[in-house]
């Protein structure tokens, strides 16, 4: 389970932090759901406390750049390293690396840089989706990411954690596909089963109308954000208890995988 944690669709940081955070940690308590937090970590200059109270509830807590500018080549590297190091500032060693927008430069420039800031996995890549990004051969689950410039640098290996967004059948991981293909996506969930990634934002469960969605896009994305979304994965969640699928946090996923 991953939740991606950042200022997309203008996304009022107040209700983020004080009415949704709090709710979504009790959610995933009372079904003990533990999820990876992928955290922009310019967030930590106000709400500090509240990134930390997300580790301190179990959950894993990674890295979703620094400002959620989408990364290019004059930005990649001070995204990604000096959001690491502000996470180290206050005491939270991170892992995971989710590069905004699943955005990246070249893919093996990418992994070398994430290598290199000091994460042990990243998960940038998704497999599809029209318009923004063509990766229809990538693996649909996590892989050992190789490469020249990759084994030249340091000894650890680095893991690439792929989210196959729209390929069928194994699409619509993401709450805001899942919602928008509503009740297709659910439909095809119960079918098929559920993929071993699933990812939302906090910002889907803010009313529509307190959203500033950009573009086409972006307002498709938006539909159906508020009760609504909260209502498509509560029973999202009640399907995969059904089906008795236990949610991790990205970490304790490789760790069971043994490739951690
Ligand atoms: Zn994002």
Known sequence: MSVDLETDLGAD???????????????????????TFFVVSDLLKNYSKEIKEIARRGHEVASHSRTHSFLNFDNSWEEINSSRLDFLDVGIDVSGFRAP????VSDHKHLAMVKRAGYSYDASFAAYLPGRYFRPLIGRRPYVAHGDELKKSESKKLIEMPMPTLIWPSGLNGLSYFKLFYPVSFWIARLFGMRYMFYLHLWEFIDVSRLKPNGIFEKLIACGCGDKAWKIFMKYLDLAEKQSVKFVSCKEYLNSKGLS
């Open 101 to 104: 927008g699943y955005v990246t």
């Open 13 to 35: 940081l107040e209700i983020v932090f004080n009415d949704i955070l709090p709710r979504i940690l009790d959610e995933f308590d009372s079904r003990g759901i533990k999820a």
